[in-house]
């Protein structure tokens, strides 16, 4: 029996280095760095696989932390530290994020012709997003560097996270958000969590240039999954994973793209558990853009045959003015594109595209399984519906797609939905710029009287 105790794990047994294959210059775990100071290439964080454990113990260990009360066992991100960067004694800011459900999805399955389908509801952390897996792996790396304020910029969902993990761990945070832009469940979290919220004549990609200025000035941490100790925490989403799958590679994984971080994170961490001896093989990253935000799509059908090799292309072209109802995605220039490619390079992975419709069309079908998401989140299974079309996924095989935000991160679209008020782009209500509401449901007024109620029960 293996106790859930201390792991002898130090920071020391952690470097940060550059992604870049023709620079890979190495850095202290706790230098406050965003980006290679020699080439300005990512960075990632890397530990000694000896420092790590081998697979039939780790194995036994994590499966020994679900019955574990201790605070560092019951959070689905540190449950897995052996995977992360930090010491035994690190102060971790936690609110008992991961532990998120794998639904069997039958109507979303038969919806995309596949015998079954599992969601990975990432909703359902504690700020109602994935982001929450590696906020609490970020502001602790904040207050390990002393950090006076912690910032990001946002389409919402980070914003909300950050506010919530920085007031836990009693740190200022300011979030820069485009004005107009962000869902007001988003917003509302941000001011509930006491966050200063700026918001940005502007969209994400001019937030994000912004915030990448001010983080030039030390003491201002940024947090945005340009951050590697962002990534560190949401790669341990694979690990939580394949513990749900008794460790059984799922054939594919379908995750929405916008600034990329999350493919690069679940890239990451399928490569660290392949590496431990944890699973066999990889399962193949698919990664879904919108249609009007979709930089990196594009960039895949350019440059497919490329996957072969080491070396990235270079020439990523940005979107100017991207455009998509699924506001969390609305992003022309995504700051982990090469970390994102060379998990497609692992993986031998797709990058698609689905239109506004399509999001929809998805969006109302998960909903019915019960499980309901954010207009991001459902692109996976519009993603997943195209690819069981086109032959890539033949529908015997196991596909996970990963639900990123919650339903109630954005009611307006779904009301707006479900009225059949939904309009393809913002401030076109011309005829045929509607989205067609195939499964809408419409709420249905009945007088005070129990004979017009039961006329109008279902079934
Ligand atoms: N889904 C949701 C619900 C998101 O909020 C985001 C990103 C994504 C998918 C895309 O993930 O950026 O890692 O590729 N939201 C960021 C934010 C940009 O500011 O909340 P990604």
């Known amino acids: 029996m293996i106790a859930s105790g201390k792991t002898g794990v130090t920071a020391a047994s952690a470097i940060q280095r550059c992604i870049e294959p023709k620079c890979g210059a190495s850095y202290g775990i706790n230098e406050w760095l965003y980006v290679c100071p020699r080439c300005g290439g990512l960075l990632d964080v890397e530990k000694r696989p000896e420092s790590i454990g081998d697979a039939s113990t780790l194995r036994e260990l994590w499966a020994v932390r679900l019955s574990s009360f201790d605070p560092k066992d ?6 897995y530290r052996e995977l992360l960067p930090f010491a035994d004694d ?43 897996t590696g906020m609490t792996t970020a502001v602790t790396q904040a207050r390990i560097l002393g950090a006076r304020v912690v910032v990001c910029a946002s389409t919402g969902n980070t914003a909300a996270s950050l506010a919530a993990y920085a007031a836990r761990a009693d740190l200022p945070c300011a979030i820069l958000v485009p004005r107009g832009q962000v869902s007001h469940a988003k917003l509302a979290q941000s001011l509930d969590y006491g966050a200063t919220v700026l918001e940005l004549d502007g969209n994400f990609d001019d937030a994000m240039r912004v915030i990448r200025e001010l983080t030039q000035d030390e003491s201002i941490y940024l947090v945005n999954s340009i951050n590697p100790f962002r990534i560190e925490g949401q790669k341990t989403v694979a690990a939580e994973l394949l513990q749900q799958l008794d460790w059984q590679v799922p054939d594919h994984m379908v995750v929405p793209g916008g600034n990329l971080g999350n493919s690069s994170a679940f890239g990451k961490g399928f490569v660290e558990l392949f590496e431990l001896g944890l699973i066999d093989r990889l399962p193949r990253l698919i990664v879904v853009q919108a249609e009007g935000a979709a930089p990196f799509a594009h960039f895949f059908a350019r440059h497919e045959e490329d996957l072969l090799n080491e070396e990235s292309p270079l020439d990523f072209a940005v979107v100017d003015h991207p455009e998509t109802l699924a506001s969390a995605i609305k992003i022309g220039a995504p700051v982990s594109w090469q970390k994102a490619w060379r998990a497609l390079r692992w993986t031998n992975g797709r990058v698609l595209t689905v239109s506004e419709q399509e999001i929809a069309d998805a969006k109302a079908i998960i909903g019915r399984d019960g499980i309901g998401c954010e207009p991001a989140s459902a692109t996976t299974v519009a993603g997943a519906k195209q690819l069981v079309a086109s032959g890539l996924i033949r529908n015997d095989e196991v596909v996970v797609a990963v639900l990123t935000g919650h339903l109630l991160k954005d009611t307006d679209y779904v009301i707006n939905y479900h009225s059949e008020t939904l309009y393809a782009r913002e401030g076109d209500e011309t005829e045929g710029a509607g989205i067609i509401a195939r499964y809408s449901n419409h709420p249905k007024r009945v007088k005070a009287a129990k004979h017009a109620v039961l006329a109008a029960l279902p079934g």
């Open 90 to 132: 690190a102060p971790m800011v936690s609110l008992t994020e991961g532990n998120t459900p794998l639904y069997e999805a039958p109507r979303s399955a038969r919806y995309c012709g596949l015998d079954s389908l599992k969601l990975k509801h990432q909703g359902c952390n504690p700020t109602g997003s994935f982001k929450d």
């Open 74 to 79: 019951r959070s689905g991100v540190w449950r």
